[in-house]
Each structure stands twice: as C-alpha cells, then as structure tokens.
C-alpha cells in the first residue's frame, strides 16, 4: 500500500535558521500531499498542501513542492521563529475504493530555541 | 479553531468503567474518523464513516465501539479498557467528494489514561 517517509528527529535549531524536513512517498497513483502541524497539547492542524505534481503549498512561510520524478515533497522555512516549535506530519490522500484515507508519516519534532 | 470540537479534552477511567467520547464537526462535511496516538506508534486510523456508514475498521479490539447517529456527530464508546489503551484520541472529519482528495481537519483531541 502507499507510504509516507520523513526523516526522523528531533530537529534543533537555533531561531532565524533555515528549515527542512524531508519527507518521500510511495503512492500507486498520484495522491494530494499534505503538511499538518501539531503543538503541543492540540491536534493536527492544516499547515499546507499540493494536489498535483509541480504543486507548491505555502502558508505562514513554509512551502513545499510536490515533486513526481524525486517522489517528495519537502518542508522548509527560510527563518524560523521558536513559536514553530512543534512536530511536523507529512501525509498522503489515497483512495481508498469509496473514500478517501489520510497516509502519515511518523512525525518529525522541531525545536526551536532563542 | 473551532471547526471541528471534542470532548472531554481529559478523560480518566479505571479499567472497568464505561465512557463515551464525543466529536462535533462544524464544517458541513459528509466524513468522519476516529485515530489513536500514543507515544510509541505512529497515528493510528481506528475508523472511517462516510456518509454516516461505517466504511473502515482498522482492525481494532471491541472494547472501542463508534457510533455516528448524523453527518456531524461521532461518538466512541469505551468499555473495559486496558493500560495500553491510553492515549490521545483525535476525530477528524472532511468532505468526500470522490478521486480528488480533501484534507481532514482535527479536532484538539481526548487525551484518555486508564488507570
């Protein structure tokens, strides 16, 4: 069945550096691509998505390109702020013959420190 | 966010005791699911209604019973629970409109220790 990969952490950064976390799919057919954002002590919320291939999803200064040929979509941040500490999901949509599913991958902690 | 609302946020319950968690979209959308998250394993998706029908299953003990009385409501009914059982449970909910695909949105989560 389809899969979701990231790249494990926690990730440590000092605020104002650059962001990325990694994240590959395996996938039948060409499904929408998902970033959600959880902190702590909430649930997942939408942080941004693409539904095609060359897709860019951006929002609060993340972006991430659905790439076919490299099967990722990577997340990153040119800056980021201790308030974007919090673990990061990467997830896929799969059709799952009458509905559709969400695929997760297994979350990646960032902290981010002063 | 407001979108979709859980409750309790706490819940705590010995291992005999029968509970009930809720879930309440407000978003109008025609799908709802149940998922576990614990420390040690990655989300879980528990079950799956569309349209009110339950569509999934994900292999999950008895002991969890759902139940989706309208397109906006979710409830899961907890009875006899283990240790192992503890964890947050998330509802979600989204529109199901086919092939296309659409994001869920969650709600704040239950988070439940069987003591």
């Known amino acids: 069945g389809d899969s979701v990969t990231q790249m494990e952490g926690p990730v440590t950064l000092s605020e104002e550096a650059f962001l990325t976390i990694n994240c590959t799919y395996t996938a039948t057919g060409y499904p929408s691509l998902f970033w959600y954002v959880q902190y702590p002590g909430e649930g997942l919320q939408l942080l941004l998505k693409?539904?095609?291939?060359?897709d860019k999803g951006s929002n609060k200064g993340f972006e991430a390109t659905y790439r076919k040929e490299t099967t990722s979509f990577h997340l990153e941040k040119g800056s980021v702020q201790v308030s974007d500490s919090a673990v990061y999901f990467c997830?896929?949509?799969?059709?799952?013959?009458?509905?559709?599913?969400?695929?997760f991958g297994a979350g990646t902690r960032l902290a981010v420190h002063p | 966010e407001t979108g979709v609302t859980q409750t309790p946020r706490h819940l705590v319950m010995g291992m005999t005791n029968k509970k009930s968690l809720k879930c309440e979209q407000h978003l109008g959308h025609n799908a709802m699911y149940w998922y576990k998250q614990s420390a040690k394993k990655p989300l879980e998706l528990m079950f799956v209604y569309s349209l009110e029908e339950r569509v999934e299953n994900n292999s999950v003990p008895s002991r969890f019973s759902p139940e989706c009385p309208n397109s906006s409501h979710l409830f899961l009914h907890l009875h006899t629970l283990q240790p192992e059982d503890s964890a947050l449970y998330l509802c979600a909910s989204s529109q199901d409109g086919g092939t296309s695909g659409y994001e869920q949105y969650f709600g704040p989560g239950t988070r439940l220790t069987v003591t």
């Open positions: 997830a896929l949509n799969e059709w799952a013959g009458g509905y559709n599913k969400l695929i």
């Open positions: 693409a539904t095609k291939a060359d």
